[in-house]
């Protein structure tokens, strides 16, 4: 246990669907991350949160909305999927602030969209 | 544009084997370099990687960086099927907060 957690682990949603990504850490981090992996390709950034503000957002579809309420949580908010949408979801959070530091990754969530 | 390389894309060995996994990277902004172990579930943190030349050990594992030739290389010694995974390597953190990943090599080992 790396001290990160997602709910739920799998997702299974319709295009016209509404649902939400949980993430937590217990780490005392202050740095929160989403990352995407798809099948056979890299791990893709998606967005970075220090100390509760967003930081980066790597040209994200407005589909996906981040929520982070305070440093131990992290929220993916998804909407109007695509398919192509399905992918693993990957939570991570690091220390202050998350330049240069390991980042801890959560289980993951996989979501599959019909 | 950044860009990470990370070779063999696969390998399969038999236990007792060593291996060498290949990092090579690109990229703009460039503080440390992170390996990660990633089996049927997230990526775990092996090594972190600043200064060139320092060797990195951990068990049966070891890690060093080129800065110079912006290489890295990841040794497995003494290999078990325990090691079967998908190792990815991550330079970036300087600047911003994004690392880059590779695609990762994935290593089997046969018993």
């Known amino acids: 246990e790396t001290g990160v957690t997602q709910t739920p682990r799998h997702l299974v949603m319709g295009m016209t669907n509404k649902k939400s990504l949980k993430c937590e850490q217990h780490l005392g981090h202050n740095a929160m991350y989403w990352y995407k992996q798809s099948a056979k390709k890299p791990l893709e950034l998606m967005f970075v949160y220090s100390l509760e503000e967003r930081v980066e957002n790597n040209s994200v579809p407005s589909r996906f909305s981040p929520e982070c309420p305070n440093s131990s949580h992290l929220f993916l908010h998804l909407h109007t999927l695509q398919p192509e949408d399905s992918a693993l979801y990957l939570c991570?959070?690091?220390?202050?602030?998350?330049?240069?530091?390991?980042?801890?990754f959560g289980p993951g969530t996989r979501l599959t969209v019909l | 544009e950044d860009k990470v390389v990370q070779s063999p894309l696969s390998l399969v060995v038999h236990e007792g084997d060593t291996v060498t996994l290949n990092c090579s990277y690109e990229?703009?902004?460039?503080?440390?370099l992170l390996w990660y172990k990633q089996e049927k579930k997230a990526p775990t943190f092996l090594f972190m990687l600043?200064?060139?030349?320092i060797e990195k050990k951990s068990g049966r594992l070891s890690s060093i960086l080129d800065k110079k030739e912006l290489f890295s290389i990841l040794n497995i010694t003494a290999t078990q099927t325990g090691d079967s995974a998908i190792y990815l390597c991550?330079?970036?953190?300087?600047?911003?907060?994004?690392?880059?990943f590779g695609t990762g090599t994935r290593l089997k080992v046969l018993a």
């Open positions: 991570a959070s690091s220390q202050d602030g998350g330049r240069g530091d390991t980042q801890y």
């Open positions: 991550a330079p970036g953190g300087g600047g911003t907060y994004k690392y880059i």
């Open positions: 600043t200064s060139s030349g």
């Open positions: 990229v703009t902004n460039f503080r440390s």
